[in-house]
């Protein structure tokens, strides 16, 4: 089943296997039929050609169907070709011709197919989206063997392999884009390169839009409506809603009722560009769902929505009425602005948002420029970047230049660029022009952007000082939208001083907030906020409290960003606490919500969580893509980020044996302010893997040693002024004795190891780490009983953490029976080596001139003292027979089993 590298298809390895499973059970005397069914541009065709060589190269005979007469008969026809077994090639079989389509009846009714006497027969078929009952009849039949084949788009890293073989060889950014336009489909992603537009003009190119208009303009009636359906549906829809909505509009509008649509065989001829959960289907092919909403007419496009907002309620309702209104809608602008202002008084956030966005466009005049400032304070509270950007193409509606700049630097921050954020409400508010004048109340929303700007970049000065700008505002805050902002205010107020290091105060704060926010959105994120302030303070179990409250609320209310902000800080602290099962699981969510949400809040702590992991398993692939993107992706300004990807990027480098690289990260963390930030909120765990690098150099030397003790003593100093705080990469005790072990001074080592092990108590990795250290040191001194049991307890920290290198480290540590060799007395290592070799106790017994017994003693004791369970082992472990080559000595007129000298 051999094909040339030319013709291997790029990326469709899993299809590739189904259509090798059909061959198979073809040669094997099984009939089957496999389908490949895709949109123009999946590729179905070229894994046909594909299919073809592979099942000719495994002793099939290919026959094309338009070969097969069915007057002379299919069976005749097929003969004419060979003995078989066959493979039937069937392209296209929508749009084949009627003979043809004759002749795959024939062999899939009274054919091998219906178990009749004859050679097995593969029909190899590519079908494109239909209704076609002899298409939907091959689905089924394919579907009963597992070898219908779906062709959905390409991953980014397979069509850039596709592109490059094309002669295309794209950068990052235009790799991107090529694959978001062409939603994954190869032939749109070859005419996107061919054409060599830039990202501005392939964001306009209408090359997507023409590649798919044949096709869509071929399909059947009710199928095209029930996709038009699905493509301004937007999210998840009820298949027979859906189908509902378009049997009503393939009807005339005159006409009382509509012949009813089959939902399920519609939803099963869309399967190549849908996905669905068994009661919703969504339409997932983004080019699809851009062409189909451009090629529906205005007028059409209004009926549907009307049908929608018949059958829907809520917010799909409120989306699809003004879909249906372009020329505005007074009443529903009044009726959903008291929908968006109930859905935040309730703390439902992006719900307010979003009803209050659609009260703004079917508004006019006045009201709409009024409410368009709503919308826009709105999803600033929401925190939704996807939501601003979709009201930043509507801003000139607000005709006010102040409010315009305010949402520019709005949208400044939600982009992640608070530099920009930062100049341009500073511009507008410390050095105003005549034309940008506004009231008290504008400034007080702008300062609390601004005061949120600062927090984000851990500037606490800064910070405080626009806190107490606002203050000297004396706003009191008289709309819904308001009252939230003042309550985001009060957590400002709370962020300005943990980061300035009133940690204990922030925390006090933090108590009465919870009470007085009860029952709202900031709730949950307080929580959260409280849950980093407790761990950093030194206080696990009470952020682990707070964590468990925050994770049950989030479920019922919490903004999304903020959701995931403190999820993969949870993963953080969970990854540093040894639950490492439970930090992976956070961090991948997080990065599955930032997808949908387009919200980079989260993303930066999830990938260094991820990356920590991945190397401490020695997952090479994961920890190569986590380290890339924390090395190239990330955007964030926000301190609390920024210094864990940092403690990533050096713990990794320090796991993977590359101290040079940890090093050169902590120097230039330390050149930056972020490094004095974080010392003041209590994050002086970076010291021990700046300390621990220098001691881990291949050849310190004394100018390298000089420093880490240097250093080593200011991180003591810390410690000492604050001893609660958490220091999950070690204690300034350990690195003692890692030095005092360097300068080979055993017996402080093992003593500072001792009580470092201790202080360690609340961070297995560091604990198993310094288990494993105290081991050696121990083994060295010669005391090989406490040695293993300090290895074992690494060992089984280290197996129950999924460390795979350091668990294999020690537990070659441990079987190495070399290390405690030098335990046993002579008769033991005797005997010992005996066992190495293969001896039976009675053949020692005669070697040695002694009782069974005696043997049997001498053996219990000496494994007993290597550690081992059964002579296997000790038979097995060539380190037993590394320390003697050949038996004891003999001479003559000595007792055997006595050394001659």
């Known amino acids: 089943m051999r094909a040339t590298p030319a013709d291997t298809v790029i990326g469709r390895d899993p299809e590739r296997a189904q259509v090798l499973r059909a061959i198979y059970s073809t040669l094997a005397g099984r009939s089957a039929v496999c389908l490949l069914e895709g949109t123009i541009g999946s590729g179905k065709s070229t894994l046909a050609a594909e299919a073809r060589a592979r099942a000719t190269s495994a002793g099939l005979t290919a026959v094309p169907i338009?070969?097969?007469?069915?007057?002379?008969?299919?069976?005749?026809?097929?003969?004419?070709?060979?003995?078989?077994?066959?493979?039937?090639?069937?392209?296209?079989?929508?749009?084949a011709d009627v003979e043809a389509q004759c002749a795959l009846e024939h062999l899939i009714s009274h054919g091998s197919l219906t178990g009749d006497a004859g050679p097995a027969v593969l029909i190899m078929a590519t079908t494109s989206p239909t209704t076609d009952p002899l298409t939907r009849r091959l689905a089924k039949l394919a579907g009963q063997t597992g070898t219908r084949i779906t062709l959905r788009g390409l991953s980014l890293a397979e069509l850039d392999t596709l592109l490059r073989m094309k002669g295309h060889a794209l950068d990052e950014e235009m790799l991107a884009a090529t694959h978001s336009h062409a939603a994954g489909n190869p032939g749109i992603a070859l005419r996107l390169a061919d054409a060599e537009l830039d990202s501005s003009a392939m964001h306009h190119s209408r090359l997507p839009l023409d590649y798919l208009r044949p096709e869509l303009e071929l399909m059947a009636p009710s199928l095209r409506t029930f996709l038009e359906v699905l493509a301004l549906d937007g999210g998840d829809s009820r298949p027979d809603k859906a189908a509902e909505v378009a049997a009503r509009a393939l009807a005339p509008e005159t006409s009382e009722g509509a012949e009813p649509i089959d939902a399920a065989a519609l939803v099963d001829a869309l399967s190549a560009m849908i996905t669905g959960n068994g009661r919703e289907v969504r339409l997932t092919d983004e080019a699809w769902r851009l062409a189909t909403t451009a090629l529906i007419e205005p007028a059409r496009q209004r009926r549907l929505h009307e049908l929608f907002a018949e059958r829907t309620s809520g917010l799909p309702q409120a989306r699809h009425l003004v879909a249906a209104c372009p020329d505005g809608n007074p009443e529903l602008g009044e009726r959903f602005e008291a929908a968006g202002l109930e859905a935040l008084e309730l703390g439902d956030y992006r719900r307010s948002a979003e009803y209050l966005a659609l009260s703004m466009r079917v508004s006019r005049g006045p009201e709409q420029s009024r409410r368009m400032v709503s919308a826009c304070l709105a999803m600033g509270i929401s925190e939704s970047p996807t939501g601003v950007i979709e009201l930043f193409a509507d801003i000139d509606l607000l005709e006010d230049p102040a409010m315009m700049f305010f949402f520019h630097a709005g949208l400044a921050f939600f982009t992640g660029q608070l530099t920009e954020a930062r100049r341009l409400l500073l511009s507008l508010l410390r050095d105003p022009q005549p034309e940008l004048s506004f009231d008290d109340l504008s400034r007080w929303r702008m300062l609390i952007l601004l005061c949120t700007v600062e927090i984000a970049s851990a500037d606490e000065q800064a910070a405080q000082a626009a806190v107490a700008e606002l203050r000297a505002l004396d706003v009191e805050p008289a709309t819904p939208i308001d009252r939230v902002l003042s309550r985001v205010l009060n957590m400002h107020e709370i962020y300005a001083l943990w980061n300035s290091g009133a940690i204990e105060e922030s925390i006090d704060r933090l108590d009465?907030?919870?009470?007085?926010?009860?029952?709202?959105?900031?709730?949950?994120?307080a929580l959260y906020f409280r849950a980093r302030g407790h761990y950093y303070a030194g206080h696990p179990a009470s952020a682990l409290d707070d964590l468990e409250r925050a994770e049950h609320d989030r479920h019922h209310r919490v903004v999304p960003a903020a959701a995931q902000r403190g999820m993969a800080e949870q993963a953080m602290i969970e990854f540093q606490l040894g639950r490492w099962t439970d930090a992976i699981l956070r961090a991948e969510r997080v990065i599955a919500m930032a997808s949908t949400s387009h919200d980079w809040r989260g993303l930066a702590t999830s990938h260094a969580v991820l990356a920590m992991v991945a190397v401490a398993h020695a997952d090479e692939t994961a920890a190569a893509e986590h380290t890339d993107w924390l090395s190239h992706h990330v955007t964030t300004s926000s301190a609390l980020p920024l210094y864990n990807v940092m403690i990533a990027m050096a713990w990794t480098a320090r796991m993977s044996g590359d101290q040079e690289r940890a090093l050169d990260v902590i120097a230039e963390y330390r050149r930056g302010r972020l490094s004095t930030w974080s010392e003041n909120v209590g994050l002086i765990g970076w010291r021990a893997l700046e300390i621990e690098a220098l001691l881990d150099l291949p050849n310190p030397g004394r100018a390298r040693l000089a420093e880490a003790e240097r250093l080593l003593e200011a991180f003591s100093g810390k410690v000492a002024m604050r001893p609660a705080l958490p220091l999950p990469f070690g204690h300034p005790q350990a690195l003692r004795a890692k030095l005092a072990a360097l300068r080979g001074d055993l017996t402080s080592a093992a003593a500072d190891y001792q009580a470092a092990i201790w202080l360690a108590v609340e961070f297995p990795h560091t604990r198993a780490r310094l288990h494993h250290s105290l081991g050696v040191i121990l083994r060295e001194r010669g005391e090989h009983l406490d040695a293993d049991e300090h290895l074992e307890a690494?060992?089984?920290?280290?197996a129950q953490l999924g460390a795979a290198?350091?668990?294999?480290?020690?537990?070659?540590?441990?079987?190495?029976?070399?290390?405690?060799?030098?335990?046993?007395?002579?008769?033991?290592?005797?005997?010992?080596?005996?066992?190495?070799?293969?001896?039976?106790?009675?053949?020692?017994?005669?070697?040695?001139?002694?009782?069974?017994?005696?043997?049997?003693?001498?053996?219990?004791?000496?494994?007993?003292?290597?550690?081992?369970?059964?002579?296997?082992?000790?038979?097995?472990?060539?380190a037993v027979a590394s320390q003697r080559v050949s038996p004891p000595t003999q001479t003559p007129g000595f007792a055997p089993g006595v050394r001659a000298v």
Request: proline share 4%; net charge neutral; glycine share 6%.
């Open 66 to 95: 338009a070969e097969l007469d069915t007057v002379r008969g299919v069976c005749d026809a097929l003969q004419r070709h060979g003995p078989g077994p066959y493979c039937v090639m069937a392209d296209d079989v929508p749009h």
């Open 512 to 525: 009465a907030f919870l009470i007085a926010a009860a029952g709202t959105a900031e709730h949950t994120d």
């Open 794 to 798: 690494a060992r089984n920290i280290f």
């Open 805 to 878: 290198p350091e668990l294999t480290e020690v537990k070659s540590r441990l079987l190495s029976v070399a290390g405690r060799y030098a335990s046993l007395t002579p008769r033991e290592r005797d005997i010992a080596h005996m066992i190495s070799q293969g001896r039976t106790n009675n053949e020692i017994s005669a070697s040695l001139f002694v009782s069974k017994k005696t043997v049997e003693y001498h053996v219990s004791n000496l494994l007993s003292k290597l550690g081992l369970g059964s002579r296997r082992e000790l038979w097995t472990a060539a």
